[in-house]
């Protein structure tokens, strides 16, 4: 398909948003809409990319064979197997979603950051909701990274690992295990003052 304006469009524009005008006046100028303006400029300008490439879908490890960072993966299933759940957006897009405790943001941060670590060019987003933080991010390719995502809930359904999970988790038990124990462990504080007696 091609462009609906010309490249000399598209430079004049980029130009005169370098020289300070501002994008009202250079929508005007340029016969375009405002959101146009600010688009190229995010595009083009700031990440640098050749036109006609503004959106690149993010390759599946499953599907394309795209690398997969495994021991970020076995965290994150641990997570998603936990307090993880997997939402049907719009177009075929899903939701995954991660809620944790707010007390702990360090475990956020490390949702936040292995989610990025799974799907590269993914913009977790964190939603702060009564007590908890709900970090989600969206992908075509969730459920085949998560097979064990299904109608229903959870607890509800058989929850069996695929053959490629075993391997994965098989090299990577700790990663697995912390994401479960953060997820759905339990935290305590031993209160006892008195040594025991025997």
Known sequence: MG???SQETVDSAL???DDGVSDKANAEIHGVAIKTIRRWRRLYQRRGLPRGTGFQPTPCPRCDGAELDEAAYALLLGWYLGDGSIATARRGVFT???ANDERYPELNREIFETIKRVKP???????LRVGVVLTEARWKHWPCLSPQHGPGRKHLRK???ADWQREIVAKYPEQLLRGLFHS???RIVNWASRPRRD
């Open 3 to 5: 462009h609906i304006r």
């Open 15 to 17: 130009r005169m948003s």
């Open 96 to 98: 995954l979603q991660i």
């Open 121 to 127: 060019t993914a913009s977790p987003c964190p939603r």
């Open 159 to 161: 929850i069996e690992l």
């Open 184 to 186: 759905d462990g339990c």
